[in-house]
């Protein structure tokens, strides 16, 4: 091991742990796939198939 960088410090210092990861999926997403993203959750919202256009059953749990 390579000697200490201070002469007081008897044991060289270990490197920070890795930044842990975004929780997220959508981390680094473009502005074109923000909006793609977003504008399936407004027809999800507003009762529309994204694939077909045809009104979303609602059901109450």
């Known amino acids: 091991m390579a ?3 201070h002469p007081r410090h008897r044991r060289p210092s270990l490197p ?4 842990a990861r975004p929780k997220s999926p ?6 074109y796939q923000v909006l ?3 504008q399936d959750q407004l027809r999800c919202w507003t009762g529309t198939c994204t694939t077909c ?9």
């Not at 920070?16 to 930044?19: D, R, S, V």
């Not at 256009?53 to 749990?61: E, F, S």
Request: proline share 20%; aromatic share 0%.
């Open 3 to 5: 000697p200490p960088r």
């Open 16 to 19: 920070h742990p890795p930044a």
């Open 26 to 31: 959508h981390t680094g997403l473009t502005l």
């Open 36 to 38: 793609d993203a977003l």
């Open 53 to 61: 256009g045809r009104p979303l059953t609602r059901a109450r749990t």
